[in-house]
């Protein structure tokens, strides 16, 4: 019985160290997409803003960062990680900045207004639109949300939705994303670790339990004389 426990305990700690080397390999590799991601941020040197007090601010304002925070959290649903928003490290490089930023782009786009131009009088649905210029309100519409058809909200989508929004909301998601798999990937580094951890404790403790005892020779004293 004592060999099977101890046959079992170096199965165990093999095992142990197989998933201590998977937790280090996996390790290394999210050092380096962290590396990777941050020269990327460097690179592109966007920031986000904070007063002296280490709020957020947009374009000078707290009240624009609010309306920004709580289209990322009330309409998305996003769960912002307060740490992740260091006014000492501004740099876009966490994934709740990615977010924030993203959500940046949006709400502006969101919120804007479009100058529409007409050459000449439109007739749509039964309602003439003369020639002339036009100003037309967002008003929190996304990409579907307008009427493609409309002689004012269809030159508007493109002009309010243009590639450059686009293409920034993308790649800031690709920026998020690939931060998430890096928290991910940290986390399976550390529960390899934990696991193998686990399993070389208890395979050193079975071979330490059944070690073969050593042999007690009894001691003869001879019997000390009567007095």
Known sequence: ???????????????????????????????EGTTSLQAFSAAQGVELSYNDDGQLVDRGE???????????????GYPVVSGELDPNDPLVNTA???MFQMATVAYHTLHGTQTIVLDEDVEYKGELF???????????????DFDREHPIE????????TGVA???IAELGVGTVTASAL?????LA?????????FLLTGAGLVWATRPEKAVVPVFRPAAEAI
Not at 190 to 198: C, K, Q, S, T, Y
Request: hydrophobic share 55%.
């Open 190 to 198: 550390a529960l390899f670790a934990g696991v193998g951890g686990a």
């Open 62 to 76: 707290t009240a624009g960062a609010d309306a920004i925070m709580a289209l990322l959290t009330d309409d998305w």
């Open 154 to 161: 269809g030159p508007a989508r493109g002009q309010a939705w």
């Open 183 to 187: 928290q991910l990937g940290l986390g």
């Open 130 to 144: 003369a020639a002339g210029t036009y100003e037309f309100a967002v008003d929190g519409r996304y990409w579907n």
């Open 1 to 31: 019985m004592n060999n099977r426990l101890r046959g079992l305990g170096i199965v165990l700690g093999l095992l142990g160290l197989a998933f201590v080397v998977a937790g280090g390999f996996a390790f290394f590799k999210v050092q």
């Open 166 to 168: 686009h293409a920034l």
């Open 96 to 98: 709740s900045e990615y």
